[in-house]
């Protein structure tokens, strides 16, 4: 059963990987279940391309900073 919120399915997948070692996670669903797992893949896609533009914005504040 998949969980809905994109927050609990993180939670579960950060539970494959322990004590800084490394973990591989399987989805497997139903379908029945596609929509909620393309919802939850796209809400993750959103949120990782949310992080990857803060951190560049952050870096590139920071070496246009040190120019001046």
Do not use: Q, W
């Not at 989805?27 to 797992?37: G, P, R, S």
């Not at 590139?60 to 040190?66: A, F, S």
């Amino acid at each position: 059963e998949l969980p809905i919120e994109f927050t609990r399915y993180i939670h579960r997948i950060g539970r494959t990987a322990r004590a800084g070692n490394s973990g591989n996670c399987v989805t497997l669903c139903d379908i029945n279940e596609m929509f909620v797992l393309l919802n939850l893949y796209l809400d993750l896609f959103i949120f990782l391309f949310k992080y990857k533009n803060k951190i560049y914005l952050k870096e590139k504040i920071r070496r246009t900073v040190k120019r001046y």
